[in-house]
């Protein structure tokens, strides 16, 4: 407010705002007439320089009419690269008992159809059920990672693992595992005769601890649900179509092979007609 005051004593005038409609402002009012603008006279003496330079005036006329159209053109014949390609098709449409076709595509697959939820996948409801099981049993599962970013497995229990071979009757050496130890390996494999009798320990490193244990029994609890359900629904299946379901049969093979593999293709075709002209005109 103090610098508004002062800038309307100091121009003698009071500022005043108001919200009407501005009046028209001033037109065809007189304007002096200083002569040539700057930019237009250099522009001018350069272009005289120029032409005076090179001997040539600039044309500013009006462009030529475009160029011609619609005449004549000799017909010369099909273009070679046509000729070769047809022949091409034709010797492939032979070999593989198929005739080319150039038609439009078909028209695109249905979307957005109606889709039945038949409820969760019986995948799900297992892995629910099992994990639900094991925390109730063993406490909430909470994975972790080590230092190194590798997630941290649950270790087993050596007195459980132990009763539930006794409950299943099953010895000790012949718990079910999913993991070959090398215990495994040397049943299988001779000595090597390199190494002494204390084993090879000549190639041995120096191992750091991973921080979680590997090698240890994994019990077999039978063939998983997901397998179990998809067999069932290949046998639906097999039995609503009245059709078996047969991969890698040699029936299969025969029914889905790839004729192209079967066809003689010409490696030593003839050059090309333009490549003919060119080499004879060298």
Known sequence: ???????????????????????????NYFV????????????????????????????????PGGPPRNYFVPHFGEDSEMKYTKENIAKAEK?????????????????NYFVPHFGEDEDLTFTKKN???????????????DGNGAWILPSVDENKIYGFKDENNWPSDKL????????????????DPICSSAGCTQYKHKK???????????????????????????????????????IGTAASKDKWKNPAKKTLYDFNMPLDGEVISTMKNL
Do not use: C
């Open 131 to 145: 994990i639900a099981n094991s925390e109730t049993k063993n406490g909430e599962w909470n994975v972790q990672k």
């Open 1 to 27: 407010m103090k610098n508004l005051a002062y800038a309307e004593e100091y121009h003698k005038h009071e500022l005043a705002a108001s919200f009407d409609a501005p009046g028209t402002p001033p037109r």
């Open 176 to 191: 079910p595992s999913l993991i070959q130890t090398d215990a495994n390996v040397h049943v299988i494999t001779e000595s």
């Open 32 to 63: 002096p007439h200083f002569g040539e603008d700057n930019d237009i006279k250099f522009t001018k003496k350069n272009i005289a320089d120029a032409e005076n330079k090179l001997g040539h005036e600039i044309d500013t006329s009006a462009a």
């Open 208 to 246: 750091k601890s991973l921080g979680y244990k590997i090698d240890y029994s994994v019990p077999n609890f039978g063939r998983d649900h997901d397998i179990n359900d998809n067999f069932e629904s290949i046998a639906t299946a097999e039995e609503m179509v009245g059709s078996k379901f047969g």
């Open 95 to 111: 070999g593989l008992g198929h005739e080319y076709d150039t038609s439009a595509a078909p028209a695109d697959p249905p979307r």
